[in-house]
């Protein structure tokens, strides 16, 4: 497992999949190094990329001055019932990368019945 702040000073020369509703995106760093976010789905649950807030290419062969994860829970039953579809649990996860040239918000979104994990995964990808 990797912190979402190792991607801090690499430089990017591809990321792969980043469009809304995935649930996996690929980062290549120039070295080599590969760094994916990505859900384990499980029963009962569902976590996907719902947003991408910026350009993409802002992102690309410069170096990344942040890279911040955050996350918002809201368990409110009364809430989540009228408004989000019966789900006893709901996770938004926000992934903020900022380089020199702009920055970019990838928002996640997690639920299930709260037996499940909504976390998003952050991996170094080795062979």
Same mark, same amino acid.
């Given at each position: 497992m990797a912190k979402f702040n190792d991607l801090e000073g690499k430089?990017?020369? %591809?990321i792969d999949v980043a469009e809304q509703f995935s649930d996996q995106i690929c980062f290549v760093c120039n =070295? &080599?190094?590969r760094? %994916?976010?990505l859900h384990y789905q499980n029963c009962c649950e569902s976590v996907?990329?719902?947003d991408i807030t910026g350009d993409i290419n802002d992102l690309l062969n410069t170096p990344i001055l942040l890279a911040e994860e955050r996350d918002s829970n809201d368990t409110d039953i009364n809430w989540? =019932?009228?408004n989000s579809g019966n789900y006893d649990s709901e996770t938004f996860t926000f992934y903020t990368i900022r380089t020199i040239k702009g920055s970019v918000d990838l928002r996640w979104y997690g639920s299930s =019945? &709260?037996?499940?994990s909504e976390k998003v995964d952050?991996?170094?990808v080795t062979d």
């Amino acid at each position: 497992m990797a912190k979402f702040n190792d991607l801090e000073g690499k430089i990017l020369t %591809q990321i792969d999949v980043a469009e809304q509703f995935s649930d996996q995106i690929c980062f290549v760093c120039n =070295n &080599g190094d590969r760094y %994916q976010l990505l859900h384990y789905q499980n029963c009962c649950e569902s976590v996907y990329l719902s947003d991408i807030t910026g350009d993409i290419n802002d992102l690309l062969n410069t170096p990344i001055l942040l890279a911040e994860e955050r996350d918002s829970n809201d368990t409110d039953i009364n809430w989540l =019932n009228k408004n989000s579809g019966n789900y006893d649990s709901e996770t938004f996860t926000f992934y903020t990368i900022r380089t020199i040239k702009g920055s970019v918000d990838l928002r996640w979104y997690g639920s299930s =019945n &709260g037996y499940y994990s909504e976390k998003v995964d952050f991996e170094k990808v080795t062979d």
